[in-house]
């Protein structure tokens, strides 16, 4: 059985008062090992007495914490040491919008509307305001073709069903701008190859289409509007007569109309997505970019956004675990211990007073009395050593009385006096180098032996015979 080495202990709660310099003390109450720092005054005595293990001073692995939970100095006040404690907002430093990949591109496609409203003026640098629809409240804000129409006498016609989009035969019911018309609905016809035929008309069913009487024949067209209803290309859309006063006679003058209102002429461009008169964003799967109730919001999450935060701004500068590892400085058997079950074993182990930690061949256990003695090799006979000890009783005189013969069985040599004396009591030292096969002397049962070292130290390592054990004691 191994012998057991005992370090002061103590059941309280308390740390020892007093220690030896690197002597170790363990509190049982609250779990911490302390030990005895520098050499101070006579006797070696610790100037300071500093926790160095146990869960009691340090976090460890096996105490369960609550979810998202963090191990954090206090929320607020004066510094104070760490704890485990409910994560809070300020905890979550605040990011710069630079710092975001594709911010300022997402946030620029929000639509107006979709926006908090203003509560001060608004300044728009000198810029235009384009696509604005036709007001209808007094407190709208009026587009150019509106005011032109006002200040310049813009002739308002009634609106039409459709547009021509190419060159048309004029007569029969038929299909444009992927509408169906019937007879008498009203056409705008502007892209004749004969420019003198365009203008407004009515449809006739099997028959020739015939001018309005509000765009009739001989008429001036100039400044005249009209607004479109329907239509695949211009549905919702203004066209005004833009050929000049004076060359603008119906049926006589090559008649020129130009989009005047609505955003059908506005096409799609990467990003963007258009539905009749609504553009919208033409968002990427997975890409960061989501509309959260009709705003547009950033999405960490997302599987299939581009680029990487550098480490200076607060991310990993990777997209991968082990790289992440690598620019943060943590890679694994470098920086960081990587995982070993063997470690895991002995973090998992229960502590236990006098308990050894010692390998088996497979794994660690905690071992403690005869069973840690033998497995670190510590035994020694306890007989052996009381009878060792019982020669001191008499033993000058019993020595005395040997007989060169038994000197010589002890000693295995011709026996000096110098030899006698050293048995016999004599004080003088002399310094030697031992080896294991050296002898010392004996009684063995009343009978004077020579015994080798080596069996000296396997004696005293069996703690279960010998009973020699290292105890520091409590406090």
Not at 289 to 299: F, G, K, N, W, Y
Request: glycine share 12%.
């Amino acid at each position: 059985m191994a012998n057991t080495i005992r370090i002061k202990r103590s059941t309280g709660s308390s740390a020892p008062t007093s220690l030896e310099n690197a002597e170790l003390a363990f509190s049982e109450g609250n779990e911490i090992l302390y030990f005895g720092k520098g050499t101070g005054g006579a006797g070696g005595s610790a100037t300071s007495i500093i926790p160095v293990g146990g869960k009691g001073k340090y976090f460890d692995k096996e105490t369960t914490q609550t979810a998202n939970h963090i191990l954090a100095g206090p929320t607020a006040g004066s510094a104070a040491a760490g704890a485990y404690r409910a994560l809070v907002a300020a905890d979550i430093p605040s990011i710069a919008h630079t710092k975001i990949s594709d911010f300022d591109t997402g946030v620029q496609t929000n639509r107006l509307d979709q926006l908090a409203a203003p509560t001060a003026s608004v300044g728009l640098n000198s810029q235009k305001i384009t696509g604005l629809a036709d007001c209808t409240a007094d407190s709208d804000a009026a587009n150019k073709g509106y005011v032109d129409g006002v200040a310049q006498g813009l002739d308002i016609k009634d609106s039409v069903k459709v547009a021509t989009t190419a060159n048309i035969t004029l007569s029969g019911t038929q299909t444009i701008d992927g509408v169906s018309l019937s007879a008498d609905e009203r056409v705008l016809v502007k892209d004749q190859s004969t420019a003198t035929q365009n203008g407004i008309y009515l449809v006739k069913s099997g028959a020739s289409w015939v001018r309005t009487d509000d765009m009739a024949a001989s008429s001036d067209a100039s400044g005249a509007f009209t607004f479109i209803e329907q239509g695949s290309t211009y549905a919702d859309v203004g066209f005004v007569c833009s050929s000049d006063k004076g060359s603008a006679v119906v049926g006589t003058n090559n008649l020129a109309f130009t989009q005047f209102s609505g955003v059908a002429g506005v096409t799609a461009g990467n990003g963007i997505d258009k539905s009749g008169n609504e553009i919208s964003l033409d968002l990427k799967a997975n890409g960061g970019c989501v509309i959260e109730s009709t705003e547009l919001a950033v999405d960490l999450g997302a599987s299939s956004i581009t680029g990487t935060l550098a480490v200076s701004d607060g991310g990993t500068g990777s997209t991968s675990a082990s790289g992440a590892r690598t620019n943060l400085g943590l890679v694994i058997g470098t920086n960081v211990q990587a995982f070993d079950q063997q470690l895991a074993d002995v973090a998992g182990l229960t502590p236990s007073d006098s308990g050894f930690i010692v390998g088996n061949g497979s794994n660690f256990i905690i071992e403690s009395g005869a069973t840690a003695r033998a497995s670190l090799g510590a035994q020694a006979s306890a007989t052996d050593l009381t009878n060792l000890s019982s020669c001191q009783s008499g033993g000058s005189s019993a020595l005395a009385a040997l007989t060169s013969t038994e000197i010589g069985i002890l000693d295995g040599a011709t026996v000096t006096t110098a030899e006698l004396n050293i048995i016999d009591g004599g004080t003088s030292a002399t310094s030697t180098t031992l080896a294991a096969a050296d002898r010392l002397v004996v009684n063995d049962a009343g009978t004077m032996v020579q015994v080798a070292l080596s069996d000296l130290v396997t004696f005293l390592e069996n703690g279960a015979v010998s009973g020699f054990d290292i105890d520091g004691g409590t406090y």
